[in-house]
């Protein structure tokens, strides 16, 4: 089992930048590809973005691509995701997901999520 734990949602003004963590513990992190997803108010959860076990692979939605930014620090079990240039339409719960397996991931561990904000 992995644990995860997101952190630093908030409300942010349009065009501001907010940096979401993800803390995991349990099972030895860098075995696992880490991705963020986002679920917003009657829609469908959506893919963001995900690393590979030593960061050397990302991936991003299209929707972000340019202005989010995925990483991680394997001594830290934690992942981040440095969100800049923030749109209203980027509001939604963000929730991070471990994958145990090589691409094509499939995510089997998640966090509870946090929420982001973007005021216009």
């Known amino acids: 089992q992995v644990q995860l734990v997101e952190s630093g949602g908030g409300l942010v003004q349009a065009g501001g930048s907010l940096r979401l963590s993800c803390a995991a513990s349990?099972?030895?992190?860098?075995?696992?590809?880490m991705g963020w997803f986002r679920q917003a108010p009657g829609k469908e959860r959506e893919f963001v973005a995900a690393?590979?076990?030593?960061?050397?692979?990302?991936d991003y939605a299209n929707s972000v691509k340019g202005r989010f930014t995925i990483s991680r620090d394997n001594a830290k079990n934690t992942v981040y995701l440095q969100m800049n240039s923030l749109k209203p339409e980027d509001t939604s719960v963000y929730y991070c997901?471990?994958?145990?397996?090589?691409?094509?991931?499939?995510?089997?561990?998640w966090g509870q999520g946090t929420q982001v904000t973007v005021s216009s």
């Open positions: 997901a471990a994958a145990p397996g090589p691409a094509p991931y499939e995510f089997d561990y």
């Open positions: 690393i590979s076990w030593n960061g050397g692979s990302t």
């Open positions: 349990g099972r030895t992190f860098s075995n696992y590809a």
